[in-house]
């Protein structure tokens, strides 16, 4: 089992930046991939970006290349969503995910409120 917490979320104008962090424990060995999720009110949850954990590969959404970052620190245990240029369609809540061993996401933070006002 693992458990995912995230932080970091809140309220910003357009154009500023946030960070976003979900910090992973228990059997984080077996942790494969680690990625980042949101949902719009009545939307349904969306990819946004990924990172393998041992290689750090990443990969992202089309929508947000170029202005969020995902990053980890393997010993912490936590990943980072760093996210500028914000924008009010960037308006969800954000999930951390985790893929234990596989390339399937089945474990899930909370999620975390981050509003982009206009």
């Known amino acids: 089992q693992v458990q995912l917490v995230e932080s970091g979320g809140g309220l910003v104008q357009a154009g500023g930046s946030l960070r976003l962090s979900c910090a992973a424990s228990?059997?984080?060995?077996?942790?494969?991939?680690m990625g980042w999720f949101r949902q719009a009110s009545g939307k349904e949850r969306t990819f946004v970006a990924s990172?393998?954990?041992?290689?750090?590969?990443?990969y992202y959404a089309d929508s947000v290349k170029g202005r969020l970052t995902i990053s980890r620190d393997n010993a912490k245990n936590t990943v980072y969503l760093h996210m500028n240029s914000l924008k009010p369609e960037d308006t969800a809540v954000y999930y951390c995910?985790?893929?234990?061993?596989?390339?399937?996401?089945?474990?899930w933070g909370q999620g975390t409120q981050v509003t982009v006002s206009s």
């Open positions: 990172i393998f954990w041992s290689a750090g590969s990443t």
């Open positions: 228990g059997r984080t060995f077996s942790m494969n991939r």
């Open positions: 995910a985790a893929a234990l061993r596989t390339n399937k996401f089945d474990t």
